[in-house]
């Protein structure tokens, strides 16, 4: 009732939620009463949570911030609303994003942009924009986000929360809406690394409804997290402190690190070459993938549908044209133009090349270091509005993020102080592949 009551208040200037389920949380929550009357003990029984909108939810609309969807209500929940469900969390609502979580800023939403809850005029990040403004607004104790390029560790380093995307098939994709498949996961965000390993116990995983979820065994996520850092080998990678780095963020994230090395950490330079090309890598992959996920939303089945169509190609083309908006639009034809014949070999192609040499780089400094620690992101949260304009300048503000999801490793965000504008910054923490223990036992530590 304190955060429902605490969601109209604040909800309305910071239009994180896009549904807020009010009543069936009441009913979830006493559920949960229930259950714990019975003698159930789980830590996550009656705690309160936020979906992103990516996340299909049985009977509540689920509309990845389309106009495509915006009134899709799925039959089923996805793998990670379940499991959560399933360990006695209380679903709160759905949360605000990019649309089809495509988007550094949240403003490529149908529902409008989220604002920061540190400034109202800044953009949260994105496209987890929603999870990290509740959780930093006190609006849930804790979301769930999706990072394809950076989307939950970039809004959570603009918001001062803590993220963290997973290894490439630890947590289920199944019923999470598809962005770009070979890069999409999905991760906890919460105030704490300790908060973020409860939730991670409960959304990691084998499934086999996810065709490329991993076997490995899901370890006790909490159980290293008061290890002490004692012999820590912590690699930082020069690429990330070049040119764009805005000097405030550097230093406080060189501060951080040097946080590290008073708890007993060993830090030393890494070398990560190919990291300048992650972005351009990631700008052919990840539309091209987009363009073939994408292609189920035809007007026929489940989504924004024209009216009075002349044929099924004039079907297909209005509802489209309505249903998607600009920048989904624009990722579209950009992921047909490299598949199609005659540039596939230019361009997808020579970009699945680099990803392979991206994962390179990143096993050769896990022959060297424990975990590579640097900056999210090349700045704090900027303006509403500032880098709409340009998308390319947009695309820079995950310079730091991709190169992790092109290599398919575990990173995280955590908060490591403030500007002297007062706005959040992040450090962020990658480690080797289902290394998340390692990277929560470092957070732990650090916060
Ligand atoms: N900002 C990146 C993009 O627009 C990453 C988004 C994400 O991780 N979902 O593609």
Redesign the pocket.
């Known amino acids: 009732d304190a955060l429902l009551a605490r969601i109209d208040a604040v909800n309305p200037g910071l239009n994180a939620y896009i549904t807020v389920t009010a009543e069936t949380a009441r009913q979830a929550a006493q559920a949960a009463d229930t259950r714990r009357a019975a003698g159930e003990s789980s830590p996550l029984l009656g705690v309160p949570i936020a979906h992103k909108d990516i996340f299909c939810t049985e009977g509540v609309r689920t509309t990845c911030a389309s106009r495509m969807l915006a009134d899709f209500v799925s039959p089923y929940d996805a793998t990670v609303v379940g499991r959560l469900k399933a360990a006695g969390t209380v679903m709160l609502g759905k949360l605000n994003m990019?649309e089809f979580?495509?988007?550094?800023s949240n403003e490529?939403s149908h529902f409008g942009p989220v604002k920061n809850p540190w400034d109202a005029e800044r953009i949260p990040g994105?496209?987890?924009g929603g999870s990290a403004a509740a959780v930093a607004a006190r609006l849930a104790p804790a979301a769930t986000g999706?990072?394809?390029?950076?989307?939950?560790r970039?809004p959570a380093a603009m918001c001062g929360i803590t993220g963290l995307k997973p290894t490439y098939g630890r947590v289920s994709r199944y019923g999470m809406i598809a962005?770009?498949s070979s890069?999409?996961q999905g991760g906890p965000m919460a105030r704490t690394a300790a908060d973020c390993a409860l939730l991670l116990n409960a959304m990691a995983g084998f499934d086999d409804k996810d065709s490329t979820s991993s076997p490995a065994e899901r370890p006790d996520f909490t159980a290293q997290l008061n290890q002490p850092l004692q012999g820590l080998r912590v690699g930082v990678p020069e690429e990330f402190f070049g040119a764009g780095l805005d000097p405030e963020v550097g230093a406080l994230v060189q501060e951080a690190i040097g946080q590290l090395e008073k708890l007993g950490a060993t830090v030393k330079s890494v070398h990560l070459p190919n990291n300048p090309h992650a972005v351009s890598t990631?700008?052919v992959l990840?539309?091209a993938e987009a363009s073939s996920n994408l292609a189920r939303f035809d007007g026929v089945r489940y989504t924004h549908r024209a009216e009075n169509p002349k044929d099924l190609i004039d079907l297909y083309k209005r509802s489209r044209a309505a249903g998607f908006g600009a920048?989904v639009q624009r990722?579209i034809l950009i992921g047909t133009y490299v598949l199609s014949a005659g540039y596939y070999d230019a361009y997808y192609r020579k970009a699945q090349q680099v990803r392979a040499l991206i994962r390179q780089d990143f096993l050769n400094a896990f022959h060297e270091v424990d975990v590579i620690a640097g900056p999210t992101t090349p700045s704090a949260a900027f303006r509403l509005g500032e880098k709409t304009a340009d998308p390319v300048s947009?695309?820079l503000?995950?310079i730091y993020?991709?190169a992790v999801?092109l290599a398919g490793i575990p990173a995280m965000s955590i908060p490591c102080g403030f500007t002297q504008a007062g706005l959040p910054v992040g450090l962020q923490l990658m480690g080797n592949y289902f290394e998340e223990a390692r990277l929560l036992n470092v957070a732990h530590q650090y916060q």
């Open positions: 990019d979580a495509m988007g550094s490529t994105g496209s987890s999706t990072d394809t390029g950076g989307s939950i970039q962005f770009a890069l999409d990631y700008y990840a539309p920048e990722r947009m695309y503000a995950d993020t991709i999801n």
